[in-house]
């Protein structure tokens, strides 16, 4: 906070002005800064670590259900994008064209990836020889580029964004499937056990599937503003891919049969959703999980008391330390109390350990929750265990609030002035009987600017008791609407 | 290895032909394996393990010792990079350049990122107001591209390549040169401790500094074939960078002062050497601190002892594992022990345990050394302890065969001829007194294409007893020449 005490402090607000405020909360809690090109941003070291919070998390279960990393180069020629192109209906995605090596013309455009399945499926296609080499699953760890001119948005909407991308190949649809679905549940897990945010799980209509993709499951997550973000995606390709790309293998009888792939992403959207959902008009709300600091000590002295309040203070962080909890000690001189206190919530620590004279007289500490001002003055005694306690309280607390708001926000509606009355009127989702023809989800979204964000998971291909409600033709579909980031 | 048996086992020498060898053992152990694109590679799951092992622990040493990580974006506007050419001699990177932005031709070219210093002072100079906020350490683990038309060698050579940046600024020279230290100790601490390799710690003559530097430093690692490997570099910057891109604090007095920077980087070569070094005519060699799998269980059974065998190698794998190995228990039907034992030398697992009837009767397990084929029967009481005392030797004596070609290929020559002479019959490192001028290199340059790779890292600034080698004139420096790769 070099930029002076003038600068300290959300002005926007919430409610009334989110999109500003968004774009507050991330800068002046040092998440990321605007970069010299339009649509890139900065990202900082307080936001970059909690990409890798995630990173860390989702990278530990990939590997300890089967995914190896790997690394594709930056580049994919645009006969390779092309290939894609003839055979995927409707991929045609605008990239960042490099048509200069030092001094010199290329002969053949490279496009900087926005996405890796052109120049993966053809190494899958050379690795898989024998069902023995099956299933074979890759993830990178990358930037993307896609050069869609929007407004920026950090972490929501930018031109490169980080993310990481699973390909896999198997030997069957069963196979394939599962681990569509073992990827869906492992984002689900980030959103709901790391991030405090509970997700939907669904499908994406026909419509909006992945150029290529048999399926295209997908998480999502409500704003407080009422919009849904896509958390992530995991696509079961069928053998589109395979066979485009020939990725076949030798099975056990020796028939040679074409391979199931997938494929499946989460970028750092996850990160915007985090702030989004969370945070407050004082700034960042995280919860401890991911929180790069944890727990701030601020001891609070008098200079007759100065010694014994920063002692006492230096040994409770020290013992917050030895049970592993990320601690900051606040004992800076120049700055007092007040100013620490902003500062830190501004910055979203989750808990605040505050030390004055009189806790060190009773041999206590006030603990102060971030979400929510909430105050307990607890015993130094136990204080590790009693501070991790706080911890995760103040995660329930942070889940607890947006599982309300998501379970507020799923209405119903059965035809379409009621469909548009209530996303008008509250946004959130709104279930309704739909035909499954795109051209009743085109209508609303020219009226409202919602879209058919998913529909439930299981598909059993069963008419739905009511009459689309847009339309007014047999239902096959139950459709999410919503007003999406 | 599923291009069938013929394709097992390297067919190259690395004495004979080196660069064949190399390539060949890159391809069979499935570390890479070339891109479309000439000079890019695709880097395969136990290639990249190998680079996350690095990773690992070079980034929790940063974090340690004050590194935070960060993102900046993979393209550099060519404004950006034009101010720096202007500010800093010598600045002129061959890069790949994006001209169009999905349909559009783009305003301004966009370099892709060949390093990162002229978008990063940039924000630099924009967080560092006080003292306070100094020093300021960031990081970032990425790719970058230089469009130089080189042959590919895959970690050594390629136009994309993966490594880490770090860019610092400290309040004086004193602080930032302790910062160009320790990251090159650190640096030093990989190589030595990891990847079983010894170093030379020096500087780079003048005229092969980073262009803008003040001192490039340097560890040096001496190939098999007598060349020296750049291992990573550490920059002092002086006050180059700040003054060019502005990045001044307050300090205590008030005064307004240029603060002094670093910049230090580790790129994937450090494979290139790691594979380079240890590995032989049967394939790849690796240290058990980066190998992915440090042991390999062989269970060698009959039909008549096959459930006994299997049990016995089941048990000693589960005990392996619970002390914390990475162990593979090889029990496929499908190949025979003489095969399993060839594929797993190609993949250079460190330590391969025979379990046979005999072992099972006796109770005890025979331990089969990757770099030498040094066998040793043990008892199965113990085991783990055993298996971990032979992984720590097998470092030692990858480290000590290092250790011993670097010491008996650092020579001295005190003339012209005997200096090419030398290296010409020898290849390594040819101590020499030396002038301190770029014409004296030129001249060995033309002759015998080896060049001066670095200079002892104290710099006493007094004359040396002998004369320079090639001119004759005052020598000022002691100068290493090396061929290079």
């Known amino acids: 906070m070099s930029d002076g005490e003038q600068e300290l402090g959300i002005t926007e607000s919430k409610q009334h002005s989110p999109g500003e405020w968004y774009a507050e909360v ?20 307080r936001g970059y670590a909690l990409w890798e919070a995630i990173q860390e998390r989702l990278d530990g279960w990939f590997k300890e259900t089967g995914v190896e990393n790997a690394y594709f180069p930056v580049f994919i020629p645009e006969s390779y994008l092309q290939r894609e192109k003839e055979v995927v209906e409707g991929f045609d995605p605008e990239v960042a064209w490099v048509t200069q090596g030092g001094h010199n013309q290329l002969e053949e455009r490279l496009a900087v990836r926005p996405t890796s399945e052109s120049i993966i499926a053809p190494y899958l296609s050379k690795w898989v020889r024998s069902h023995r080499d099956l299933p074979l699953r890759v993830n990178q760890w990358c930037s993307v580029v896609r050069w869609e001119a929007t407004e920026t948005k950090p972490f929501f909407r930018t031109k490169e964004f980080l993310w990481q991308e699973g390909h896999t190949a198997h030997r069957d649809e069963a196979d394939a499937w599962d681990e569509t679905m073992t990827r869906l549940e492992q984002y689900e897990r980030v959103y709901e056990d790391v991030l405090a945010i509970p997700v939907l799980r669904g499908r994406k209509p026909e419509h909006d599937k992945f150029p290529g993709a048999d399926t295209t499951t997908t998480v999502e997550a409500l704003m407080p503003d009422g919009k849904s973000v896509q958390g992530g995606t995991s696509h079961y390709l069928g053998q589109h891919f395979a066979e485009a790309f020939d990725i076949t293998y030798v099975d056990e009888d020796e028939e040679e049969r074409v391979a199931h792939t997938t494929s499946w992403g989460l970028s750092w959207r996850a990160l915007g959703a985090l702030i989004m959902t969370h945070s407050d008009d004082q700034g960042l709300v995280l919860p401890p999980t991911v929180a790069p600091e944890q727990v701030v000590v601020v001891p609070i002295w008098q200079e007759e008391n100065r010694k014994e309040v920063l002692e006492y203070g230096e040994e409770l962080t020290a013992a917050l330390r030895e049970a592993g909890l990320r601690v900051e000690f606040d004992d800076r001189d120049e700055r007092n109390p007040g100013f620490k206190f902003n500062e830190h919530e501004l910055n979203g620590v989750p808990l605040r350990v505050e030390i004055g004279p009189h806790e060190v007289e009773d041999g206590e500490a006030t603990l102060v929750h971030r979400p929510d001002g909430e105050k307990a003055v607890e015993d130094r005694a136990g204080i590790a265990e009693t501070v991790e306690e706080h911890l995760e309280t103040i995660y329930a607390k942070l889940y607890a609030a947006a599982e309300e708001t998501l379970e507020e926000n799923v209405r119903s509606a059965s035809d379409r002035a009621e469909l548009l009355g209530t996303i008008g009127r509250f946004g959130g989702y709104v279930r309704t009987p739909w035909c499954g023809d795109e051209e009743c989800e085109t209508a609303i ?40 980031y």
């Open 26 to 45: 991330v800068r002046k809690a040092e998440l990321a800064d605007y970069a010299p090109m339009s649509g890139f941003i900065v990202t900082r070291p």
């Open 445 to 484: 979204k020219e009226e409202i600017a919602a879209e058919i964000v998913m529909v439930p998971l299981e598909r059993d291909g069963e008419p739905e008791e009511d009459d689309c409600a847009i339309c007014g033709e047999v239902a096959t579909e139950t459709a999410y609407f919503a007003k999406s």
